[in-house]
């Protein structure tokens, strides 16, 4: 998944979310159950309060006496964390747990706390060996005694902590669990949410390669629009080509009747005139031919849809040639893949590989081979190399360029106009490939010739 997708855009965004929302909502549910459990444990200290204020009382000398003890046994453990004190607000003894031994509860901390409406004051203190202590405290009048008392009860926070570090305990992972949970589920979505993309994506690769010529299937609501401009597009582009090549046919017999008068008037006229005339007659028609087979080419090579298989074009050419050059006993041999294809019109390749068989027939001793290579990367697209070899004198490198110009011949007792491997250069050129002249193994010429090929 790339960072500029689409994909990575929507899982992204939607898991930056839920995890802000799942932290936030981990956040608020801590808080309310370290709330709950600290409400509660003050409700317990505040019964245990009133139970040690129910059993206080003075005796007949005026002096403060437990009447009965609490039911919390650990009030009597030394250093238990659970404590209570009895404090005159006065230079009077106190009466204090037997968990606090020889220690007291300091109260001090209770300053600037402020008491309910039942005169109640809840705060934290550190208690003996700085145990963390969560007191209640309540001033209360005794009857028949002069002054108020300060009463307190202890209990150990520890307790509290415990409690809540396991619930954050399980509510992480309970979090992280969920956060997990959602990370799939979002990728899922993600995933059956731009399949139809993804189809998208296949028909029009099976458009380019040739084996459809429009965007077949039913799609979403959203994308629906999408594929009918798109399948618009294309028949348009056919539209506009049978268009253009029906112009360039019409524009070809237009310009050939003409010249064909020309040329058949010139011919009757003996003098300079009429060879000039019928010289450039003849190099107007060759023009025509070639400027009109580039637009031919020019078009057919943007074409969409267009799909050739190649084995049977070079099997066909084989068959031809080998009659043709029987006489002196040429042979040729194919070797091409059977699944591999062009992306491009038949004409075409019959067009360039005609013209680099032939030449090599001209050039060969007793053999020429064909050989197709499929799978070659060519400017990030895949192209397949056609290589065709002879047995013949081959070609020096200095000479190599020479050929290649239109018109040049290096050989005037052979056959031919010099254009056919400047033609295969241009139309390889209009399909993004292109051609390379180098030495066979047995020294004759090696053509390489790279061709656009239909996706698998």
Request: charge should be negative.
């Amino acid at each position: 998944m790339r960072s500029d997708s689409l994909a990575f855009r929507l899982v992204a965004g939607a898991a930056l979310w839920s995890v802000v929302a799942l932290v936030a909502g981990g956040l608020i549910l801590s808080a309310i159950f370290r709330n709950s459990v600290e409400r509660s444990f003050d409700g317990r200290l505040d019964v245990l309060l009133d139970s040690l204020i129910a059993t206080t009382e003075v005796d007949s000398e005026g002096n403060i006496v437990r009447v009965r003890d609490l039911s919390e046994t650990r009030f009597d453990l030394v250093y238990s964390g659970w404590y209570w004190q009895v404090s005159p607000m006065a230079e009077r003894p106190a009466l204090r747990s037997r968990s606090l031994f020889d220690q007291s509860l300091d109260l001090s901390a209770r300053r600037g706390i402020e008491r309910n409406d039942l005169g109640l004051k809840v705060f934290d203190v550190a208690g003996p060996e700085n145990q963390p202590l969560r007191v209640a405290e309540r001033r209360v009048t005794l009857p028949d005694y002069d002054i108020r008392v300060s009463f307190a009860v202890a209990g150990d926070r520890g307790e509290i902590n415990a409690e809540i570090q396991g619930f954050n305990t399980w509510l992480f992972a309970a979090m992280a669990a969920m956060g997990a949970g959602l990370l799939i589920a979002l990728l899922i979505q993600v995933r059956f949410g731009l399949q139809p993309l993804e189809r998208v994506r296949l028909a029009l690769a099976q458009i380019r390669s040739g084996r459809a010529t429009r965007l077949e299937g039913k799609f979403p609501q959203e994308i629906e629009p999408l594929a009918d401009e798109l399948n618009r597009l294309l028949e348009g582009n056919r539209e506009v080509l049978e268009r253009a090549r029906t112009h360039v046919g019409n524009l070809a017999h237009a310009l050939k009747t003409p010249l064909s008068v020309l040329t058949n008037e010139a011919r009757t006229h003996d003098g300079p005139l009429g060879e000039t005339v019928t010289r450039m007659a003849a190099q107007m028609r060759e023009q025509i031919d070639h400027h009109l087979a580039r637009a031919r080419m020019a078009a057919s090579a943007n074409v969409l849809g267009v799909n050739t298989p190649v084995a049977p074009v070079l099997a066909r050419l084989a068959r031809a040639l080998e009659r043709i050059y029987a006489e002196r006993g040429i042979g040729i041999a194919v070797d091409c893949p059977a699944t591999t294809g062009f992306r491009g019109e038949a004409q075409d390749l019959e067009e360039v590989a005609g013209n680099l068989v032939d030449n090599a027939c001209k050039w060969a001793a007793a053999w020429v081979t064909l050989t197709v290579t499929p799978g070659v990367t060519h400017n990030g697209r895949p192209f397949f190399l056609l290589a065709v070899e002879d047995d013949g004198p081959g070609l020096p490198e200095e000479q190599r360029q020479t050929v290649l110009k239109r018109g040049a011949r290096l050989d005037e007792t052979k056959p031919g106009s010099g254009l056919g491997l400047s033609i295969v250069t241009e139309i390889a050129e209009l399909y993004g490939g292109e051609l390379r002249l180098e030495t066979s193994e047995t020294g004759g010429l090696r053509a390489e010739l790279l061709l656009p090929a239909s996706a698998d």
